[in-house]
């Protein structure tokens, strides 16, 4: 069994999740992965599950919040691979 580096629950169905720089982290559910890895908004503070919007190295939960911080306005779109020009 492995131990969720979350909360610590020794599970006999934990998981591994790699990440693009070689880290290796063990969950027990998605919840404490999420917990654990997900960005958090920079103007309301949640854990972006979805998508969210990036912007000039910047993320954020959707481009309502993106525009209330960044200068580039109406630029900035909710679609998956939408980048400001």
Known sequence: MATCEVCGNDYWMAFEVR???GDVHTFDSFECAAHKLAPICEHCDVKIIGHGVEVGGRFFCCAHCARAVEALGAE????????PA
């Open 19 to 21: 990440t693009v720089s």
């Open 76 to 83: 900035i779109r909710d679609a998956v691979g939408a980048r």
